[in-house]
C-alpha cells in the first residue's frame, strides 16, 4: 500500500531531524498547532519548535525510525522507535523508547495536534540509575 506523498514527506522530515532542520517544522506545522508529551503540553509553532530544540541540546543522536503509519483521512498514526544517548548520563548507552503518535492534519495537510504516547515510567525512568532501582522495585512489588 503507498503511502499518501504528504504523509511521505512528514515522516522523512521527522527521520532525519537535525538541529538545523527544526527550522523547517512551519512547513508541516501549523503556526497554532498543539503538541502534547508525556512532558510537555504547549500551543504554537514557537513553544513546539523550542521543544525540539532543547531535544537537541540535551540528547546525543536523537532519530525517529517510524516503524508503521495509518492514515484516515485527516487523521494519522504513527508507530516509531526513538533512540538516544543522553549527554550528561552515561553518553555512550543507545537507550530506545517505543511509542505512538496521533496527528490531526488541517485541510493543507499540515499538523494541528500532535499527541505523543508512551510509557514514561517504563522507557525512560526504569532505565535510569536511581530512580531506576525504585520503579522497578515497585514494579515488582505491585505485580
Given at each position: 500500500?503507498?503511502?499518501?506523498?504528504a504523509l511521505a514527506r512528514l515522516?522523512?522530515?521527522?527521520?532525519?531531524?537535525?538541529?538545523?532542520?527544526?527550522?523547517?517544522?512551519?512547513?508541516?506545522?501549523?503556526?497554532?498547532?498543539?503538541?502534547?508529551?508525556?512532558?510537555?503540553?504547549?500551543?504554537?509553532?514557537?513553544?513546539?519548535?523550542?521543544?525540539?530544540?532543547?531535544?537537541?541540546?540535551?540528547?546525543?543522536?536523537?532519530?525517529?525510525?517510524?516503524?508503521?503509519?495509518?492514515?484516515?483521512?485527516?487523521?494519522?498514526?504513527?508507530?516509531?522507535?526513538?533512540?538516544?544517548?543522553?549527554?550528561?548520563?552515561?553518553?555512550?548507552?543507545?537507550?530506545?523508547?517505543?511509542?505512538?503518535?496521533?496527528?490531526?492534519?488541517?485541510?493543507?495537510?499540515?499538523?494541528?495536534?500532535?499527541?505523543?504516547?508512551?510509557?514514561?515510567?517504563?522507557?525512560?525512568?526504569?532505565?535510569?540509575?536511581?530512580?531506576?532501582?525504585?520503579?522497578?522495585?515497585?514494579?515488582?512489588?505491585?505485580?
Amino acid at each position: 500500500m503507498s503511502r499518501d506523498p504528504a504523509l511521505a514527506r512528514l515522516i522523512t522530515y521527522w527521520e532525519t531531524l537535525t538541529p538545523a532542520t527544526v527550522a523547517a517544522l512551519g512547513e508541516f506545522y501549523a503556526a497554532d498547532a498543539k503538541f502534547q508529551d508525556p512532558f510537555n503540553a504547549v500551543q504554537g509553532l514557537p513553544d513546539i519548535t523550542r521543544i525540539f530544540h532543547e531535544m537537541f541540546e540535551r540528547l546525543h543522536d536523537p532519530r525517529f525510525h517510524i516503524r508503521q503509519s495509518v492514515q484516515e483521512g485527516r487523521e494519522v498514526f504513527l508507530i516509531w522507535d526513538f533512540t538516544f544517548r543522553i549527554k550528561s548520563l552515561s553518553p555512550e548507552r543507545v537507550r530506545t523508547i517505543h511509542g505512538t503518535t496521533h496527528l490531526q492534519l488541517a485541510e493543507d495537510g499540515r499538523v494541528i495536534r500532535h499527541r505523543d504516547y508512551w510509557d514514561a515510567a517504563a522507557e525512560l525512568y526504569a532505565q535510569l540509575p536511581v530512580i531506576g532501582g525504585l520503579m522497578r522495585f515497585l514494579a515488582r512489588h505491585f505485580a
